[in-house]
Structures are given as C-alpha cells and as structure tokens.
C-alpha cells in the first residue's frame, strides 16, 4: 500500500516542479518583455549635459550665482564627501 502511495506522489512532485520552471520561465519572459518595451522610453543621458549646466549657471544674476554658491557649501551632504576629516571628528 506504501509503495503505491509513493508511486502516485513521485508524478505529483514532478508535474509540480514543472509547473514552477514554467512560471519561471514565463516571469523571466514577460521581464525581458517589459525592458525592451520601456527602454526606449527612457531619458538618454547627453554627453553635453555639464555643459547645459554650466550655461545654465552663467545665465544666472550674480545674486542667484552667489546664493547657490552658498547653498552647496553649507550643504552637509555634499561636504561629507570634500570634507571627509570634518565628517570623521563628527562621528
């Protein structure tokens, strides 16, 4: 009786794992899918983009050039990585 019930479990277990590289694949399927879908939808980095930012920052008064100067260095974010002593006695 024992060996007819393992008999009839062993095909169970193997349509099982079946099943589940069937869902795999078709996971992993419908992901490569979706990247060749939404990549062409995405922004494309420009290779002058400092440039854009410099003439950006130009075409600033010399007041909103001064204050953004001032902003960046009293950022505590931006002096943890120019300021790594500074960062280090802090903590």
């Known amino acids: 009786m024992q060996e007819v019930m393992k008999e009839a479990a062993q095909p169970k277990k193997h349509k099982t ?9 078709l996971a992993l399927a419908a992901a490569v899918a979706l ?3 939404v990549q062409p939808l995405l922004p494309k980095g420009d290779a002058d983009d ?3 930012v410099q003439l950006a920052y130009n075409n600033l008064t ?3 050039q001064e204050f953004l100067t001032e902003i960046y260095e009293d950022d505590e974010f931006m002096n943890i990585l120019t300021n790594t002593d500074e960062y280090e006695e802090n903590f």
């Open 50 to 52: 400092f440039d854009s």
């Open 17 to 25: 794992a079946l099943r589940i590289a069937l869902r795999t694949a």
């Open 62 to 64: 010399a007041e909103d």
């Open 35 to 37: 990247f060749f879908v």
